[in-house]
């Protein structure tokens, strides 16, 4: 069956300090991957897709990296902030029909400290 | 700037009962798409809605739970006889149709489902 897997783990990180997060996928063929932040009790909002032929994606301090051949997506915010203290969700969409349903990973809660 | 909204914020309902669950997508929006998260647990796709039609449904999407657009705004989601794993967060979510399918979904603040 389909899993995606992201790091169950919170992640602790200095201000100023680069997150990466990590978002791993099998059993599935994605066209498209996605990132999503979450904060405690709202809706997910979009941060960035990524194309299966693109290597990598860039919004200002945000970087995603797609690699079809590991099945693996790194998402990096550079220069954190406290105010990017939240959960960060990977999602992957098919390429034709599926209605643009996306698949949820678990996401990674990320707390950046002064 | 546009955004998805919905209501109630918050629906507490006893076993049993019906609740209609509503959004408002974004205006220019076309693709409609309701999700649900249990406390703790990852967002789940329920089902997407083209066309005035749906696109695709889930497995949780079965006929407990129906879609419909009533005009051209709104964007509902009912869920007959509820049952107590009913509840959580749901999620309407929209996006645009442009020249290529653009898949970023934009998503409301959520409904707080709570069946007692």
């Known amino acids: 069956s389909q899993k995606i897997e992201q790091n169950s783990e919170a992640l602790n990180i200095q201000e100023g300090k680069t997150a990466t997060l990590t978002c791993n996928y099998t059993?599935?063929?994605?066209?498209?991957l996605q990132w999503y932040r979450q904060d405690p009790g709202r809706g997910p909002v979009f941060l960035l897709l990524i194309r299966e032929n693109e290597k990598e994606k860039r919004k200002e301090r945000l970087k995603v990296t797609f690699d079809t051949t590991l099945k693996q997506s790194l998402f990096h915010i550079t220069a954190s902030q406290p105010a990017d203290s939240a959960t960060y969700l990977c999602a992957l969409a098919p390429l034709t029909g599926g209605g643009n349903k996306l698949t949820f990973g678990t996401g990674t809660q990320l707390k950046v400290e002064l | 700037e546009p955004e998805v909204t919905q209501t109630p914020s918050h629906q507490v309902t006893q076993m049993g009962q019906e609740v209609i669950l509503r959004c408002v997508p974004i205006s220019n929006h076309l693709y409609f798409y309701w999700y649900r998260q249990i406390l703790g647990q990852k967002v789940e796709f329920l089902v997407s809605?083209?066309?005035?039609?749906?696109?695709?449904k889930s497995e949780i999407f079965d006929d407990q739970f129906s879609v419909e657009r009533p005009d051209g705004s709104n964007f509902t989601l009912k869920i007959r006889s509820t049952k107590l794993e009913d509840s959580a967060m749901y999620f309407c979510?929209?996006?645009?149709?442009?020249?290529?399918?653009?898949?970023?979904?934009?998503f409301g603040p959520g409904t707080r489902l709570t069946v007692t």
């Open positions: 979510a929209s996006s645009p149709l442009t020249s290529g399918p653009t898949y970023e979904q934009y």
């Open positions: 059993n599935y063929s994605p066209a498209y």
């Open positions: 809605f083209y066309n005035n039609e749906i696109s695709e």
